[in-house]
């Protein structure tokens, strides 16, 4: 099984900062098979980021993913009051074994 | 538009069962397989059924195999989980979601199960 790890738990930041968020896979994670979702409160996972780096459909350039192997990151260029929630990688490269992250919570 | 409907959450007591249905809609649900995941209250995502848009194949994690079957009727455009000998540490929102190239596209509202006497 391969273990999502993400750092860090929780951040505090203010609108219009940028941000890093950090996911380490425990073994790699084959052709970049990374996901990243947003999520909110009483509300299902959205997705953001495919393939590590491709941007889903109607997703803002203020978010980009990046990396390979082991190390995945997704950066939120600038930060909207809408961006405040939590942030879950997902690797889907040995699927359908598929693994979560334990998320990354942004918070005002 | 692409929407995921999901409905049969409920109360149950330990060992009861419960069916959760996802009813698709905007997509050729016939072409497309399909996810099931958990959350349990404040904790994070967990995989929990795969099936391919055949209905063919079917994949469980593994401490879920045995109780829960996964189903499809593509004629009906919905995906159903049928849940059996449920136990407490099976409590969570249950959501249903699209797969697409091994990534979840779309997902549904979910549905809260709650196992508790």
């Known amino acids: 099984e391969i273990v999502l790890t993400q750092s860090p738990g929780t951040l505090s930041l203010s609108p219009g900062e940028r941000v890093t968020l950090s996911c380490r896979a425990s073994q790699s994670v084959s052709s970049s098979y990374l996901a990243w979702y947003q999520q909110k409160p009483g509300q299902a996972p959205r997705l953001l980021i495919h393939?590590?780096?491709t941007r889903a459909t109607g997703i803002p350039d203020r978010f980009s993913g990046s990396g390979s192997g082991t190390d995945f990151t997704l950066t939120i260029s600038r930060l909207e009051p809408e961006d405040f929630a939590v942030y879950y990688c997902?690797?889907?490269?040995?699927?359908?074994?598929?693994?979560f992250g334990q998320g990354t919570k942004l918070e005002i | 538009e692409v929407q995921l409907v999901q409905s049969g959450g409920g109360l149950v007591k330990p060992g009861g069962s419960l069916r959760l249905s996802c009813a698709a809609s905007g997509f050729s649900f016939s072409t497309y397989s399909m996810n099931w995941f958990r959350q349990a209250p404040g904790k994070g995502l967990d995989w929990v059924s795969s099936?391919?848009?055949?209905?063919?194949?079917?994949y469980y994690a593994d401490s879920l195999r045995g109780r829960f079957t996964n189903s499809r009727d593509n004629a009906k455009n919905s995906l159903y989980l049928q849940m059996n000998s449920l136990r407490a540490e099976d409590t969570a929102i249950y959501y249903c979601?699209?797969?697409?190239?091994?990534?979840?596209?779309?997902w549904g509202q979910g549905t809260l199960v709650t196992v508790s006497s």
């Open positions: 099936i391919t848009w055949t209905g063919d194949n079917v």
């Open positions: 979601a699209r797969l697409i190239n091994g990534y979840q596209d779309y």
């Open positions: 997902q690797q889907y490269g040995n699927s359908p074994r598929y693994s």
């Open positions: 393939a590590a780096s």
